[in-house]
């Protein structure tokens, strides 16, 4: 099934088969969330959409209003998970329109996009249900691994500082 196919039957309240899902975790990881830039550069006008919290009838509703991408540009401020009964369908959504339209959907990461916190909220739980055992860890995983890059990217910033802060004791102590 194509990623637009997909899309039509998510817009139905249908979530994805599990292949067809990991393999769009993957394409929006590979083309997408290693390449961009931390800071966004976004041309106006463009709407703000935040908190979804998995309210997939919400959205649908937003998109109706609004008009879905191409013909209108978003900025989604994060927290598509979580709370709501349709998580999995909400950011798979949003994820077909991000692979199907890369230059009209925009994505930050918000507190809810966190291991830990899905698992207390809601969102870990979903995948269990709608996944079988073999696939759940793994859809689980995949929808979130793309916004580790921001988390590693931040750590090896946090290291190159340290680094230079070691360096500039050891030149002072050597100067002494
Ligand atoms: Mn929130």
Not at 10 to 19: A, H, N, S, T, Y
Not at 37 to 55: A, E, F, R
Not at 139 to 164: D, R
């Amino acid at each position: 099934m194509s990623f637009q196919k997909a899309l039509e039957e998510v817009k139905q309240g249908r979530f994805m088969e599990p292949l067809l899902c990991l393999d769009l975790c993957r394409q929006i990881r590979k083309q997408y969330f290693f390449q961009d830039s931390n800071i966004l550069t976004l041309k106006t006008p463009i709407t703000l959409v935040g908190d979804i919290h998995g309210q997939l009838n919400d959205l649908l509703e937003l998109f109706e209003i609004g008009g879905y991408p191409p013909q209108t540009n978003y900025l989604f401020l994060g927290d598509y998970v979580d709370r709501g009964k349709f998580s999995v369908e909400t950011i798979q959504l949003i994820l077909l329109l991000k692979i199907l339209y890369p230059k009209s959907v925009q994505m930050i990461r918000g507190n809810h996009e966190s291991e830990t916190v899905n698992r207390v909220y809601g969102f870990y739980d979903e995948i269990k249900v709608k996944y079988a055992p073999a696939f759940s860890t793994q859809i689980f995983k995949g929808l979130f691994l793309f916004f580790i890059s921001t988390i590693l990217l931040l750590l090896l910033l946090l290291l190159l500082l340290l680094l230079l802060l070691l360096l500039l004791l050891f030149l002072s102590y050597s100067l002494q």
